[in-house]
């Protein structure tokens, strides 16, 4: 079993920066973030292939978040930067067999960290 915790969210200016980061415990898989604000349907943010680390970006975010990876620690971050209003979403790690953009690809979900960004 799988078990993903992220941590790193918070109350942020638009223009911010913020660094979430994904613990996982019990194997190591290839990860997404996924987020959901109040309303909305659940969307895709960010993929990393753990092996070999290629990378996959949702098009309202490329240039602006990072997705990256510590095989050692068996974690992954994202790095949020030029943060905008529309960023605010209760953010998601999931894990699975293969980094896709689809939600349904991943077994392993975490329980979410909030994100805010005031304007």
């Known amino acids: 079993q799988v078990q993903l915790v992220e941590s790193g969210g918070g109350l942020v200016q638009a223009g911010g920066s913020l660094r979430l980061s994904c613990a996982a415990s019990?194997?190591?898989?290839?990860r997404g973030w996924f987020r959901q604000a109040p309303g909305k349907e659940r969307e895709f943010v960010a993929a990393?292939?753990?092996?070999?680390?290629?990378?996959l970006y949702a098009d309202s975010v490329k240039g602006r978040f990072t997705i990256s990876r510590d095989n050692a620690k068996n974690m992954v971050y994202l790095q949020m930067n030029s943060l905008k209003p529309e960023d605010t979403a209760v953010y998601y790690c999931?894990?699975?067999?293969?980094?896709?953009?689809?939600?349904?690809?991943?077994?392993?979900w975490g329980q979410g960290t909030q994100v805010t960004v005031s304007s």
């Open positions: 990393i292939r753990w092996s070999g680390g290629s990378t």
């Open positions: 999931a894990a699975g067999l293969i980094a896709t953009s689809q939600a349904r690809g991943y077994n392993y």
């Open positions: 019990g194997s190591t898989l290839s």
